[in-house]
């Protein structure tokens, strides 16, 4: 490579690093890492794609063919998994990055987009699909759209409609799809046309047990409560009960649960309000083994959880 050469790259390479400053998406990568524990492969693809744009968008400042990327995706896994949260900070990159007006993201479902009777679905997704325009949409349980055992489902018309702005206006909104993976790839069989303009595919794993007990931890803190060591204990103990049954929801569960912990916690102490002084600081913070282990959990039961929750 000749010095012509050499110092035409190191240009590039320093046209890149200065996109990537002032573009400020590092800030969303550090948030996402704040805000999401372990997930390591999801992360990795977040930062892959947004390679791909800093890159495209370099190549456009330089007069080199830039094609302009598909930018919907499907995000499969189970309920919990941070797959909402995912799409916002997605949002931010696209922005960030100039390929969206706005970071603004607007979830639905089924019910959002799908009329009940002759002429109300074809309004129902304009309107949604007005309101995203710019940003992205965010369709959970996106499968639940296609229903083909119902003859009389106005689904496939929302599909349908979506489809064209999909490929009309993708300079103009980025399309998300997320729900079940199982669900997902039937979903996807069923459509080949929206196969063919999702382009990216991010699977969320579920959370180890040590990701969970950090996840506790996490948003304990964020709401300025902390386990003592004995309610740590108790909530890693509360952890392994709880994946052993039913209807578990990764991230939402644990949050379910310090919230009825949280419950708890008052009831004790307002109980004992009239027995000894006024608790301290510290007391107001602290979540016990009691309000733990409190829970039906531990004597096989759901703790009011019933259903498992979506994305």
Do not use: W
């Not at 189970?78 to 993201?105: E, W």
């Not at 607007?106 to 940003?135: F, N, S, W």
């Amino acid at each position: 490579m000749n010095a012509e050469a050499n110092t035409s790259c190191a240009e590039a390479m320093s046209d890149l690093a200065l996109l990537y400053r002032e573009s400020g998406i590092a800030e969303v990568f550090e948030k996402l890492d704040r805000e999401l524990v372990g997930l390591a492969p999801v992360k990795s693809r977040i930062r892959e794609i947004a390679a791909l744009l800093l890159v495209d968008k370099a190549r456009r400042a330089v007069g080199l063919a830039a094609s302009a990327p598909s930018l919907h995706m499907s995000f499969t896994g189970n309920p919990g998994t941070g797959k909402t949260t995912v799409a916002m900070r997605m949002a931010d990159i696209l922005h960030r990055l100039g390929y969206t007006r706005s970071n603004h993201v607007i979830a639905v479902t089924r019910d959002d987009l799908v009329g009940q009777y002759i002429g109300h679905t074809a309004p129902k997704t304009k309107e949604v699909l007005k309101k995203a325009m710019g940003g992205v949409l965010f369709i959970d349980e996106a499968y639940y759209l296609y229903r083909p055992e119902n003859e009389r489902d106005y689904g496939q018309e929302s599909i349908e409609i979506l489809l064209q702005v999909m490929e009309n206006q993708r300079d103009d909104l980025v399309v998300i799809l997320a729900g079940y993976k199982n669900r997902m790839e039937t979903f996807f069989r069923s459509n080949p046309g929206m196969a063919s303009r999702v382009a990216h595919h991010i699977d969320f794993p579920d959370y180890s047990e040590a990701e969970l007990l950090e996840i506790a931890r996490l948003i304990a803190a964020q709401t300025d409560y902390r386990f003592d060591e004995a309610g740590l204990a108790a909530m890693r103990d509360y952890i392994a009960h709880r994946l052993a049954q039913p209807h578990f929801a990764n991230a939402r569960s644990i949050r379910n649960a310090l919230d009825r912990a949280r419950l708890r916690q008052a009831q004790r102490l307002f109980m004992n309000a009239d027995k000894q002084s006024a608790p301290d600081k510290e007391a107001l913070m602290t979540i016990t083994a009691g309000d733990i282990r409190a829970s039906r959990v531990f004597r096989g039961g759901l703790d009011g959880e019933r259903k498992q929750e979506s994305s």
